[in-house]
């Protein structure tokens, strides 16, 4: 008892020291819930960011990346063909002979894996805290009684599935999944660009499916959160240029997943990036990479007049539809879409998100005093990036487009695509986008 009692004594000094001694930096201007990390009843998280704060540049961008790395082979993502012998994926010809979307199917593991279920609960997602139960029956509330009454039957069965220990392969995708898209885009020349690549399995054709329609020359990765294929997908591809963000050229060369050390292209270089859109744009490709997201380093690509995005979008415009469901789909309630409401209603729904139509987590990684302050790239103190982030989307709606795409969206009128974007992020300086 001596013990726990000395420790508590420990971290409640340690994080008052914090307040005491952080450098002073502007309040965040969105009221966001905050962050926490409780160890015997004391948040400890305030502590996290103040010891960030003493780091160095070079210091924290080491542990971010330490942190954040893929580790292929690893407790990767089981995917359909894993589980039940199924191909994981479903293409579609967005434009004739030129873009491609390949939808894949990956396991939830914020419901499998422990170490996933760790970190799922840290952003909030814990189906067994009565917190969570309570940010999702008020979220759901915003859209009816069947939704209420509905909601209880999700948090049952996320409860149930949370607390299997075993959950067999042929029981995961009955639980639930983790849906991705990746696009191939065909360049002028006729050879191939892959924007954010999932996981190429030779078994059910795939591989061979992409290399009928060209050689692979260019490799994008659209977010630095989407970086766990990249190393397969560059040792198939060996000569194909890759392009990202510097963030997710640290995380790769961390576990010697690029066969050159290095990108080809660094997006967020601005001298890399006007290099790599003088050969591409000639591809009919333009990249874009946005300023100030800091989160993610989204990179969108133009291709054939079509926009591609990562990250960017989670909930639409209307207040109801989020990722790739429009407000339609997510009315007809459908019991297997269970994950995607919790998602909605616990961290993108109103009380819980402040405008109603972003992830919780997005905000605070904005925020120097929150998630900001343990980003490979942190928000500066001032609040600046904010503005900077906001400007560069205003540039990008700009951009001249027929519809968009994502990675976690179903393809969107030019017209939706601009508004979802602007309702998502117009807070970011408190003037419209577009």
Same mark, same amino acid.
């Given at each position: 008892?001596?013990?726990?009692?000395?420790?508590?004594?420990?971290?409640?000094?340690?994080?008052?020291?914090?307040?005491?001694?952080?450098?002073?930096?502007?309040?965040?201007?969105?009221?966001?819930?905050?962050?926490?990390?409780?160890?015997?009843?004391?948040?400890?998280?305030?502590?996290?960011?103040?010891?960030?704060?003493?780091?160095?540049?070079?210091?924290?961008?080491?542990?971010?990346?330490?942190?954040?790395?893929?580790?292929?082979?690893?407790?990767?993502?089981?995917?359909?063909?894993?589980?039940?012998?199924?191909?994981?994926?479903?293409?579609?010809?967005?434009?004739?002979?030129?873009?491609?979307?390949?939808?894949?199917?990956?396991?939830?593991?914020?419901?499998?894996?422990?170490?996933?279920?760790?970190?799922?609960?840290?952003?909030?997602?814990?189906?067994?805290?009565?917190?969570?139960?309570?940010?999702?029956?008020?979220?759901?509330?915003?859209?009816?009684?069947?939704?209420?009454?509905?909601?209880?039957?999700?948090? !049952?069965?996320?409860?149930?599935?949370?607390?299997?220990?075993?959950?067999?392969?042929?029981?995961?995708?009955?639980?639930?999944?983790?849906?991705?898209?990746?696009?191939?885009?065909?360049?002028?020349?006729?050879?191939?660009?892959?924007?954010?690549?999932?996981?190429?399995?030779?078994?059910?054709?795939?591989?061979?499916?992409?290399?009928?329609?060209?050689?692979? !020359?260019?490799?994008?990765?659209?977010?630095?959160?989407?970086?766990?294929?990249?190393?397969?997908?560059?040792?198939?591809?060996?000569?194909?240029?890759?392009?990202?963000?510097?963030?997710?050229?640290?995380?790769?060369?961390?576990?010697?997943?690029?066969?050159?050390?290095?990108?080809?292209?660094?997006?967020?270089?601005?001298?890399?990036?006007?290099?790599?859109?003088?050969?591409? !744009?000639?591809?009919?490709?333009?990249?874009?990479?946005?300023?100030?997201?800091?989160?993610?380093?989204?990179?969108?690509?133009?291709?054939?007049?079509?926009?591609?995005?990562?990250?960017?979008?989670?909930?639409?415009?209307?207040?109801?539809?989020?990722?790739?469901?429009?407000?339609?789909?997510?009315?007809?309630?459908?019991?297997?879409?269970?994950?995607?409401?919790?998602?909605?209603?616990?961290?993108?729904?109103?009380?819980?998100?402040?405008?109603?139509?972003?992830?919780?987590?997005?905000?605070?990684?904005?925020?120097?005093?929150?998630?900001?302050?343990?980003?490979?790239?942190?928000?500066?103190?001032?609040?600046?990036?904010?503005?900077?982030?906001?400007?560069?989307?205003?540039?990008?709606?700009?951009?001249?487009?027929?519809?968009?795409?994502?990675?976690?969206?179903?393809?969107?009128?030019?017209?939706?695509?601009?508004?979802?974007?602007?309702?998502?992020?117009?807070?970011?300086?408190?003037?419209?986008?577009?």
């Amino acid at each position: 008892m001596g013990f726990f009692l000395g420790a508590s004594f420990i971290l409640a000094g340690l994080v008052a020291l914090f307040f005491l001694l952080r450098q002073k930096t502007k309040h965040f201007h969105v009221d966001v819930t905050p962050m926490e990390m409780k160890v015997m009843g004391i948040n400890i998280f305030p502590l996290f960011v103040f010891m960030m704060s003493l780091m160095t540049d070079g210091m924290r961008k080491k542990m971010v990346t330490k942190q954040n790395a893929p580790k292929p082979g690893k407790d990767a993502p089981r995917d359909r063909f894993d589980c039940t012998g199924e191909s994981p994926y479903k293409t579609e010809e967005i434009k004739p002979g030129k873009i491609w979307q390949v939808s894949y199917d990956m396991e939830n593991m914020s419901l499998t894996n422990k170490a996933a279920k760790d970190e799922a609960k840290a952003f909030g997602m814990d189906p067994t805290s009565e917190k969570y139960k309570k940010n999702c029956m008020q979220g759901a509330a915003q859209y009816g009684e069947k939704a209420v009454e509905l909601v209880k039957k999700d948090l !049952e069965l996320a409860e149930f599935w949370y607390n299997k220990e075993n959950i067999t392969e042929e029981e995961v995708f009955k639980a639930s999944k983790n849906p991705l898209k990746m696009f191939v885009v065909k360049l002028n020349s006729g050879s191939l660009l892959l924007y954010t690549p999932v996981r190429i399995r030779e078994e059910v054709g795939f591989g061979t499916w992409i290399d009928s329609l060209g050689p692979v !020359e260019w490799i994008v990765v659209g977010s630095s959160y989407h970086t766990l294929n990249i190393k397969a997908v560059a040792e198939r591809y060996p000569d194909a240029k890759i392009v990202g963000s510097s963030a997710a050229e640290d995380k790769l060369n961390f576990t010697n997943a690029l066969i050159r050390k290095n990108f080809d292209y660094v997006c967020t270089k601005e001298a890399e990036l006007k290099a790599a859109n003088y050969i591409l !744009e000639k591809e009919g490709v333009k990249l874009f990479c946005v300023d100030g997201d800091v989160a993610c380093n989204s990179v969108l690509a133009i291709a054939h007049n079509i926009a591609i995005e990562c990250d960017l979008i989670y909930g639409h415009h209307d207040g109801e539809g989020m990722f790739s469901f429009s407000k339609e789909k997510f009315r007809e309630f459908k019991p297997e879409n269970w994950g995607d409401r919790l998602f909605k209603y616990a961290l993108i729904s109103k009380p819980n998100s402040p405008h109603g139509f972003l992830a919780t987590y997005r905000y605070q990684m904005m925020d120097p005093n929150s998630l900001g302050a343990m980003s490979y790239e942190q928000p500066l103190p001032d609040g600046s990036t904010c503005v900077t982030m906001a400007n560069s989307l205003r540039k990008l709606l700009k951009l001249d487009f027929e519809f968009g795409l994502g990675d976690h969206i179903n393809c969107q009128s030019r017209e939706d695509f601009r508004k979802n974007i602007d309702a998502a992020w117009n807070w970011l300086d408190g003037k419209p986008l577009i």
